[in-house]
C-alpha cells in the first residue's frame, strides 16, 4: 500500500499547492467568486463536470449498479439530463446577467423583496450538500488509512476548507480541472474495463445475473421519475450550479461547455452502473451495495492503480464539497448576512474579498462540525433538495420564462412551497416521494394564483431585467485599465 499511499499524499499536497496559486490570482470579488467570468471551453466543462459528479455519482452510483444493474445509472442520468436542459436552454440568459447568486436574479426579476427568504432556502441546500459530501470522505480514507471516522472527516474537509478558503473560485476552478482528469483516467479508463474483465466478460455478467439486472427500467418507472423530479430540476436551480455558469467567459462557452459535460456525466452514469453490476458479480454478499465501490478497488486492482482509483473517488467528493463550499459561503454572505446588514452591493468590490474568505472558512468550520454530527447521509440530501425543488424551482423558472409573475408570487411560492415539503416530510416520512410531488404543485399554484392576483411587476424592472438578459448592464469589478480598453470579462 506504500505507493497507494504516496499516490494519495501527493494529490492531497497538490490540492493546497493550487489553492496557494489561486489566493495569489483571486484579487477582486469577481475573481475570487466566479474566476472572473473568464474560463474558456475547456476548463468550463470541466470543471461543471466535476461538481455534479461527486461521491454520490461515484460511490452511490456503483452501489446503485449493485442493487439495481444497469438500471442504477437512472441517478446520474438524470443529473446529466438536468446538466444538459440547463445548457442549451438556460446557461446563455444565465451567464449574461453578471450576478453572483441565485436570490440576486430573483430581485432583478421581480424588483427585490425575494432575496433573504430565497437565500435562506438555497443556503440550507447548499449546507447539507456540503456536508454529505463531506462525510463522504470517512469510506475513502477508512480503507486508504484506517482512520475512524471523525478523523477522516476532519483531514478531507480541512484539505478542502483550505484551498477553497485561499484561492475561492480559481483554486477551486483549477483543482476541479485536475479531479475531473483523475476521475476520467480513474473511473472510466482503468476501474471500468478492470472490473468488466474481472468479472468475466458481458457474457458471464448476463449468465450469472438475473434478467432485471439487464433491463433499462429495472430500478422502477417512479424512482426514475422522482429523480427527475429532484436531480434534473435541482440541476436548473442550485446556486453550486449556477455560480460554475457565471465562471463562462460568454454565452457559447456556457451552452456549449455545459453541453460537453453533460453528455460526459451520461458517460459517466453508465460506467458506474456497468462497475457495480459487475461487483455484484464478484462480490453477491455484500452486506452494504455502496460498499462496491471500495471493495471492487481494494481487492482487485493491483498496487499503485488501486491508488490512483481511490484518488479518483476523493477528487469526486471534494469537487462537490468544494463547489457546495463556496456556493453556501456566497450565499450566506451576500443574500443573508449583507442584506440583513443593509450593505449589499456598497463599497468597492475588492474590498469583500476579505469578507468572503472569511465566510468560507466560517462555513467550512460548519460544515466539518455538522458531518461529524450527522448519522444519516442520505436523509440530509433528501431534506435540502426536496426544500431546493420544492421552494425555489417555481419562481426561478417562473421568472425567466412567465413576464406575469410577481415579486408577491414568488415569495408565496417559495413559503407555501417550502412549508408543504416540511409538512408532508412530518407526515410521509423524509424518504417518501410525496413531499416533492404535492410540495411543487402547492408551489406552482401558490405562484400563478397570488401573481394573477396581484398588480403586474413594475414596467422598469422588467425593462431592467431585458436589459440584462441581453447581456448589458451589470457591474462588475473595476479596472484600472483606460475607459476604451475591452470588459474584463470577455478577455481569455
Known amino acids: 500500500m506504500a505507493v497507494d499511499y504516496a499516490v494519495i499524499v501527493v494529490y492531497l499536497a497538490g490540492m493546497l499547492g493550487m ?31 466535476a461538481i455534479v459528479l461527486g461521491g454520490a455519482s461515484t460511490i452511490g452510483g456503483v452501489g446503485l449498479g449493485y442493487k439495481y444493474g444497469l438500471s442504477g445509472a437512472w441517478m446520474v442520468f438524470t443529473i446529466g439530463l438536468g446538466l444538459l436542459a440547463l445548457s442549451i436552454f438556460f446557461s446563455a440568459r444565465i451567464a449574461r446577467l453578471k450576478v453572483y447568486t441565485v436570490s440576486e436574479m430573483l430581485d432583478l426579476r421581480y424588483g427585490g423583496k425575494a432575496g433573504v427568504i430565497s437565500g435562506v432556502v438555497m443556503w440550507a441546500y447548499t449546507l447539507m450538500l456540503a456536508v454529505t459530501s463531506t462525510i463522504a470522505y470517512a469510506t475513502i480514507f477508512d480503507v ?157 486492482l493491483p498496487m499503485g492503480v488501486r491508488g490512483l482509483v481511490l484518488a479518483a473517488a476523493l477528487a469526486a467528493v471534494m469537487s462537490t464539497s468544494s463547489g457546495a463550499l463556496i456556493a453556501c459561503a ?27 474568505r472569511a465566510f468560507i472558512l466560517i462555513m467550512g468550520i460548519a460544515v466539518i462540525c455538522v458531518a461529524i454530527a450527522l448519522n444519516n447521509v442520505v436523509e440530509a440530501l433528501t431534506v435540502a433538495y426536496n426544500l431546493l425543488v420544492g421552494g425555489l424551482l417555481v419562481p426561478i423558472l417562473g421568472g425567466l420564462l412567465w413576464k406575469r409573475g410577481t415579486v408577491y408570487g414568488a415569495l408565496a411560492s417559495v413559503v407555501v412551497g417550502g412549508c408543504a415539503v416540511v409538512g408532508l416530510m412530518v407526515t410521509y416520512g423524509i424518504l417518501a416521494n410525496e413531499p416533492v410531488y404535492y410540495g411543487l404543485l402547492s408551489s406552482l399554484a401558490a405562484y400563478v394564483i397570488v401573481s394573477l392576483a396581484t398588480p403586474p411587476t413594475d414596467a422598469a424592472v422588467l425593462a431592467n431585467w ?17 475607459p476604451a480598453a475591452e470588459p474584463a470579462a470577455v478577455h481569455s
Not at 463562462?248 to 453541453?259: F, S
Open 144 to 300: 486508504l488509512f484506517d482512520l475512524n471516522r471523525t478523523a477522516a472527516i476532519v483531514l478531507g474537509g480541512a484539505v478542502v476548507v483550505a484551498y477553497s478558503t485561499l484561492g475561492g473560485m480559481w483554486s477551486i476552478t483549477l483543482t476541479d480541472m485536475v479531479q475531473f482528469v483523475v476521475k476520467t483516467i480513474g473511473v472510466l479508463l482503468l476501474l471500468l474495463p478492470i472490473a468488466v474483465v474481472k468479472a468475466g466478460g458481458f457474457s458471464e455478467m448476463k449468465a450469472a445475473l438475473p434478467g432485471e439486472y439487464f433491463a433499462p427500467l429495472g430500478i422502477g418507472g417512479e424512482t426514475i421519475f422522482t429523480y427527475v423530479l429532484i436531480y434534473t430540476f435541482g440541476m436548473l436551480i442550485g446556486q453550486d450550479i449556477w455560480q460554475r455558469v457565471f465562471t463562462a467567459r460568454g454565452d457559447k462557452v456556457a451552452r456549449y461547455g455545459g453541453t460537453v459535460a453533460g453528455t460526459y456525466c451520461l458517460v459517466y452514469a453508465l460506467a458506474g452502473a456497468v462497475i457495480g453490476t459487475a461487483a455484484k458479480v464478484l462480490y453477491p454478499n455484500l452486506a452494504n451495495a455502496d460498499d462496491a465501490f471500495a471493495t471492487i478497488v481494494k481487492d482487485e
Open 19 to 49: 489553492g496557494w496559486w489561486g489566493m495569489r490570482r483571486a484579487k477582486s470579488k469577481s475573481e475570487f467568486l466566479v474566476a472572473g467570468r473568464r474560463l474558456g471551453p475547456w476548463m468550463y466543462s470541466g470543471t461543471m463536470a
Open 330 to 356: 456566497t450565499v450566506a454572505n451576500n443574500d443573508i448576512w449583507s442584506r440583513l446588514r443593509g450593505l449589499a452591493h456598497k463599497g468597492p468590490e475588492h474590498d469583500e474579498v476579505k469578507g468572503n
Open 466 to 482: 431585458r436589459e440584462r438578459l441581453a447581456g448589458r448592464g451589470g457591474v462588475e469589478d473595476a479596472q484600472p485599465e483606460p
